[in-house]
């Protein structure tokens, strides 16, 4: 099994930063393998940052410039720092881990960016 814990969300004024953190244990095989998604109230859960297949770093449009995806191998933890947030940026956001058929999920970290 694997258990991942979702922490750093909070409510930030527009122009601020917040940066998350996703520690993943038990059967993890590659960190790699995880990502960030999001979900805004009425609206899809979308990928918001992640590692390609090649092993590059791939954003949603509209993250691109504004967020950092990164990892610690060592501590089996990703993080998504997040600059000049947005109230449209406004939502939960969901670490992933993906191995073979399954996906796994953590709890949710809410972001609230006021104007």
């Known amino acids: 099994q694997v258990q991942l814990a979702e922490s750093g969300g909070g409510l930030v004024q527009a122009g601020g930063s917040l940066r998350l953190s996703c520690a993943a244990s038990?059967?993890?095989?590659?960190?790699?393998?995880m990502a960030w998604y999001r979900q805004a109230p009425g609206k899809q859960r979308e990928l918001v940052a992640g590692?390609?297949?090649?092993?590059?770093?791939k954003y949603a449009d509209s993250v691109k410039g504004r967020f950092t995806f990164s990892r610690d191998n060592a501590k089996n933890t990703v993080y998504l720092q997040m600059n000049s947030l947005k109230p449209e940026d406004t939502a939960v956001y969901y670490c992933?881990?993906?191995?073979?058929?399954?996906?796994?999920w953590g709890q949710g970290t809410q972001v609230t960016v006021s104007s």
């Open positions: 590692i390609s297949n090649g092993g590059s770093t």
């Open positions: 992933l881990y993906h191995y073979g058929l399954n996906d796994y």
């Open positions: 038990g059967s993890i095989f590659s960190i790699n393998n």
